[in-house]
């Protein structure tokens, strides 16, 4: 018998035959679509003609079209709906494509062929998309060393092999430092302020360790508490130097010499591949592109938002001062920002919960695409889901009949409610992208996965407000993916900039503030009494809440970031490195035990090197956006009709290109400023 995931799916649009698939299937179906693929790449590779954008380029990023599909099925379910078995499977795939991606990768007979048709690309009448497709596929070889000669391949090799080994290392040693630290109380006194439920996990890990009384450790939901809660100052300061000590007491976990490690290894690995440093090496993939771009983009953010957390500091001093406090330190912070917040709006989620029932807020979200891109959502019993609760809709052009050629745009799985075998968080993905083909637009399969309360017999599935903007964040993913309409699968939808991708989803959450349409859908499930417009403004106004003083962190952590990843940076010591570097957006004395750089693993373990400031860079993108509709109406059909532009390109043209043509400008620091402080 054949393995149904070798073939086309005999389903209606092809989608994943869930009900038929077996964890069985997976191992023999991988092992033979890797094989499959590798054969077609020997095709391209041996092929007796001399290279062409055809058969080179063109059919390398057609290559593995099935693999793709099961890939995306496999790891989508270990995510939403995973099991033992398919952990089992993943332990032993993950190697496999790993291998063949670097197969590839590594096949310098390909390369020169690819290089053939750069190198004559004058040569050619290609298109925009064709030219980014070339552009793209070149340099993804280049910047793997493919240019360099086999001593510096090697060399790379080695650097690459470090790199991974340090920072894993690092995160092991932020981990096991974490860990290590612990603060036991036995007097309740101690703990004044902090409420009855966080105590009772501080017993519970108190017993844990056959200790009596209190433990507190350095675990964010252990720690964050003593720092937001506790009247006693001896406490706060004492937690919020041993966590900020962490990697950075000369330890056996100490990160110090770790980060110059890294730092000169990262160095090393732009200068081998021809960059003058690793920021440049890695800004060149970005839409910021350069370090100076994003260096100027973060002094200017730094300018005009100092004053406004100089005022935040400000009004939490005259609360200090009324405790006896002259000169406020960081870790005052969260316990003022706390008090104040209390006297200034005290409300919590569960008061709004009433007013948001998923399905009037998914109800929202469909009728806001039909309202801008002319989208209509149907439900649909035709297609096969891998669990019960997922939700499957056929989404169609408006006004056009389902049997209409064309209309069909994507398939849409909605999987909201947490079970087990489901990781935590919400995101959006895919189970098919979408690309042309031989003339045939094949159309994505978009799904939206998020971990939102389950109904009851009495009470509908209910959402926080925070859950309201996470829906419209995943689903402006999803519209990013349901719009692509693009030539090639790995430049359409979401395969954009990684400071780009977040523009769809985070410009979608900014209806969510819009009070007219905010009162089309927030109505109590009970009463049907529409959200008040003090409750309203409660949102409002905490959403903004001690902003100027976050904007500031977040631009010190992107401030360091891209100086430790500049032109010929030398790391002598940390402490003093990173005190000269943040100056500039410390708000609050400057501790000598602690640093920051030492735990920073956004940047020295995970991926965001060189790539912390796109945090603020997609905020402005998404404020900036916001604000044009703002200006001609929050509907406004032209705006709506460019924006869809802008979406359905995917990754075929250069972001800042394709924002100039929606915007008719950069985006401006200005309206993010002035969503953020008014
Ligand atoms: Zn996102």
């Known amino acids: 018998m054949t393995n149904l995931l070798l073939q086309k799916f005999n389903t209606q649009y092809n ?15 991988f092992k033979e679509l890797i094989d499959k693929s590798l054969q077609e790449i020997e095709e391209i590779t041996h092929n007796p003609e001399t290279p062409t954008f055809e058969n080179t380029i063109e059919a390398l990023a057609y290559s593995g079209e099935q693999l793709d599909v099961v890939s995306s099925i496999f790891f989508n379910l270990n995510s939403a709906e995973t099991n033992d078995e398919i952990q089992q499977i993943a332990q032993e795939v993950s190697p496999l494509l790993t291998e063949f991606a670097s197969k590839i990768s590594q ?28 552009e793209e596929t070149y340099k993804g070889f280049v910047r793997n060393g493919a240019l360099l000669n086999d001593e510096k391949k090697e060399q790379l090799k080695n650097i690459n092999i470090e790199l991974s080994k340090k920072s894993l290392q690092f995160g092991q040693n932020v981990l096991a430092a974490t860990n290590q630290y612990y603060k036991h109380l036995t007097n309740k006194d101690d703990l004044a302020g902090i409420p009855e439920a966080i105590l009772a996990q501080y017993e519970e890990e108190a017993k844990e360790r056959n200790l009596e009384g209190y433990v507190i450790t350095l675990q964010f939901p252990s720690l964050l508490p003593v720092l937001t809660y506790a009247e006693n100052r001896e406490l706060r300061k004492e937690l919020a130097i041993a966590n900020g000590k962490k990697s950075f007491d000369g330890g056996e976990f100490d990160n110090q010499n770790l980060i110059k490690e890294l730092v000169k290894l990262r160095q090393e690995k732009a200068q081998l591949l021809g960059y003058k440093s690793f920021a440049d090496y890695v800004l060149e993939e970005r839409m910021a592109k350069s370090p100076q771009k994003v260096l100027e ?13 100089q005022k935040d500091v400000e009004e939490l001093s005259v609360l200090a001062k009324a405790d006896g406090i002259t000169e406020m330190q960081s ?53 096969q889901k891998y669990h019960t609760d997922v939700k499957t809709y056929e989404v169609l052009e408006v006004g056009s009949q389902k049997s209409e050629d064309g209309s069909f745009k994507a398939l849409l799985y909605a999987d909201y409610h947490p079970r087990k075998g489901k990781r935590a968080g919400a995101w959006m993905t895919s189970f098919k992208n979408q690309y042309i083909k031989n003339g045939e637009n094949h159309r994505p399969h978009i799904s ?3 971990n939102f309360t389950k109904p009851t017999s009495e009470t509908p599935s209910l959402l926080t407000f925070n859950e309201v903007t996470t829906l419209f964040h995943e689903f402006g993913h999803a519209l990013h993916g349901v719009l692509a309409n693009t030539q090639y ?47 309203i403004q409660k949102i409002e106004d905490s959403k903004n809440f001690m902003e100027g003083y976050q904007t500031l962190r977040q631009l010190s952590f ?44 956004h940047i020295f373990q995970g991926g965001y090197s060189a790539g912390y400031y796109s945090y603020k860079w997609a905020e402005v993108l998404d404020a900036d956006a916001f604000q044009y509709f703002k200006e001609n109406g929050i509907f406004n059909p032209e705006i709506a009709a460019k924006y869809k532009v802008l979406l359905s390109s995917g990754g075929t043209k250069d972001p800042m290109e394709l924002y100039k043509n929606f915007r008719g400008s950069e985006p401006k620091v200005e309206s993010l400023l002035k969503r953020a402080f008014g």
Request: with cysteine; proline share 4%; aromatic share 14%.
């Open 15 to 29: 989608s994943a035959p869930f009900a038929e698939i077996k964890e069985e299937h997976y191992l023999p179906a």
């Open 297 to 309: 983009f973060l002094n200017e953010l730094l300018t005009k938002a100092k004053p406004f957390a």
């Open 448 to 450: 939206v996965v998020c």
């Open 331 to 383: 870790y005052d912070h969260a316990y003022y920002a706390e008090k104040l917040r209390k006297q200034k709006f005290d409300f919590n989620d569960e008061e709004l919960k009433p007013y948001f029932q998923l399905d009037k807020v998914q109800e929202a979200v469909f009728g806001l695409a039909g309202k801008l891109f002319g989208l209509e959502f149907v439900e649909t019993s035709d297609i």
């Open 489 to 535: 699968p790995n430049l359409s939808g979401t395969s954009v900039k990684w400071d780009f991708v977040e523009l769809p989803s985070q410009f979608l959450e900014n209806y969510c503030y819009e009070p007219e349409f905010l009162k089309t859908f927030a109505k109590h499930y009970q009463t049907g009494e529409v959200l008040p417009d003090e409750k």
């Open 107 to 134: 096949n310098e007979q390909l390369f020169s062929r690819i290089k053939k048709v750069y190198d004559e690309k004058d040569h050619y009448t290609l298109n925009e998309e064709q030219k980014m497709l070339l």
């Open 558 to 601: 992107g401030i360091l970031d891209m100086s430790y990843h500049a032109e010929n940076v030398k790391v002598e010591d940390v402490k003093t490195f990173e005190t000269e570097t943040i100056k500039a957006t410390q708000v609050y004395p400057t501790l000598s035990e602690t640093a920051v750089s030492t735990s920073f693993s």
